[in-house]
């Protein structure tokens, strides 16, 4: 657990003082070398019983819209920004009551994450978000071993994501 460690928030600036309530790891995982693909990611772990509650990953639509400045910071996250002020607030709505949540920016290119190639070069699409997401959950699951056999639930909302075809 010691490379998750260097992952762990230990304090929000203009939190509420519920956030030491339980843990947050915050880090980048790379998804492809060659082209210098980084996806940012959040967890926050439940707030009550977290070994024992499912791991919710949870991305945003548009394609390219930030997971993390929308639907961890204003819809589910456990805080949202206040309007017109430079704070956080304690979101009494939060789905890390009920789960552990896994907010990731992807792909490539949005909210925090980054690709280090022209987009000319490795145009974004489907194909390239569905492999890049894949490449950061077996990445990530081997950073946080202790959420590989919780039950795992993929939601968004909006685009999302590619569709899948069987």
């Not at 203009?14 to 790891?25: D, I, L, V």
């Not at 017109?84 to 939060?94: M, S, T």
């Not at 949005?110 to 070069?121: D, K, M, P």
Request: glycine share 8%; net charge negative; aromatic share 16%.
């Amino acid at each position: 657990m010691a490379v998750q460690e260097l992952d762990l928030v230990v304090s929000l600036p203009e939190a509420p003082s519920c956030s030491s309530a339980f843990k947050q790891y915050s880090g980048y995982v790379t998804t492809d070398e060659h082209l210098g693909k980084t996806l940012f990611d959040w967890l926050f772990e439940a707030a009550d019983k977290p070994d024992e509650k499912p791991l919710v990953l949870w991305l945003n639509g548009g394609p390219g819209c930030s997971t993390v400045g929308f639907g961890q910071a204003q819809e589910l996250g456990p805080f949202r920004v206040k309007k017109d002020v430079p704070e956080l607030e304690f979101n009494q709505y939060a789905w890390n009551k009920a789960a552990n949540l896994l907010f990731l920016d992807s792909p490539a290119g949005v909210g925090f994450s980054y690709t280090n190639t022209s987009f000319e070069q490795d145009p974004p699409g489907d194909n390239s978000t569905a492999h890049g997401s894949y490449t950061f959950l077996v990445k990530w699951f081997q950073r946080f071993p202790q959420h590989k056999m919780k039950e795992f639930y993929i939601a968004g909302e909006s685009y999302a994501g590619p569709p899948t075809y069987s």
